[in-house]
């Protein structure tokens, strides 16, 4: 069965404090694999997308990066702005059409001043 | 340009009642889905539209749940006889194309009392 799971649930740095999220994933072929960011009453928003092992992506404080089991979002001197909760999500390569995504469950980031 | 639009953004309804959501994609998406977020939950996978396609049903939960997409464009998605385990907040996204990004609207947040 296909799943994914974020790790820790929740996440609390002080500013200027780097830490990593972790997700790892199960899947019988990977499509792409998603970074979202999600703030309480609001929509994910996306991040990234990376397609295979070895790939990075960055922007700002933020760097993602892939290996054939686990993804991590690297999170540099991060700022009180940077909170919210960060999902993870696999798209597999059915050779169909199906497109969904397959969510972990977040995790819920707190920086504080 | 204008993001994914959902309406109504709260729906407070009675147990058995029916309700219907909104969600208008990005121009020019041909791709729309619709998922659901429950609390502690990660989001769930419901109905996927890819153009003119047939669209993939393999994530609603039962037969209440049905939803359809008029001209390629604007969705809608109906809770017959809604129960309390429907209470959740429903999300559309859109994407350029099957494997593209999804893009998210803040969703409608449903309370079944």
């Known amino acids: 069965e296909d799943q994914v799971t974020q790790s820790p649930e929740a996440l609390r740095l002080q500013e200027g404090e780097s830490s990593s999220l972790n997700c790892s994933y199960t899947?019988?072929?990977?499509?792409?694999l998603f970074w979202y960011r999600q703030d309480p009453g609001k929509g994910p928003e996306f991040l990234f997308t990376?397609?295979?092992a070895g790939e990075e992506k960055e922007k700002e404080r933020l760097k993602a990066t892939l290996t054939k089991k686990e993804s991590f979002l690297h999170i540099t001197a991060p700022k009180p702005e940077d909170s919210a909760t960060y999902l993870c999500?696999?798209?597999?390569?059915?050779?169909?059409?199906?497109?969904?995504?397959?969510f972990g469950k977040g995790t819920k980031l707190s920086v504080k001043p | 340009g204008a993001g994914v639009s959902q309406s109504p953004s709260n729906k407070v309804t009675e147990k058995g009642k029916d309700v219907e959501l909104r969600c208008d994609p990005i121009?020019?998406?041909?791709?729309l889905y619709w998922y659901r977020q429950s609390l502690g939950q990660g989001l769930e996978f419901l109905i996927y539209?890819?153009?003119?396609?047939?669209?993939?049903k393999s994530g609603l939960p039962s037969d209440r749940f049905s939803a359809e997409r008029t001209g390629g464009s604007v969705s809608t998605l109906t809770i017959q006889r809604t129960q309390q385990e429907d209470s959740a907040v429903y999300l559309c996204a859109s994407s350029l194309g099957v494997y593209q990004p999804q893009h998210f609207g803040d969703g409608t947040r449903l309370s079944i009392l």
């Open positions: 539209f890819q153009g003119n396609s047939a669209p993939d």
């Open positions: 899947v019988s072929g990977l499509r792409g």
């Open positions: 121009s020019g998406h041909t791709a």
């Open positions: 990376l397609y295979s």
């Open positions: 999500a696999v798209q597999a390569n059915y050779g169909g059409s199906q497109g969904n995504l397959i």
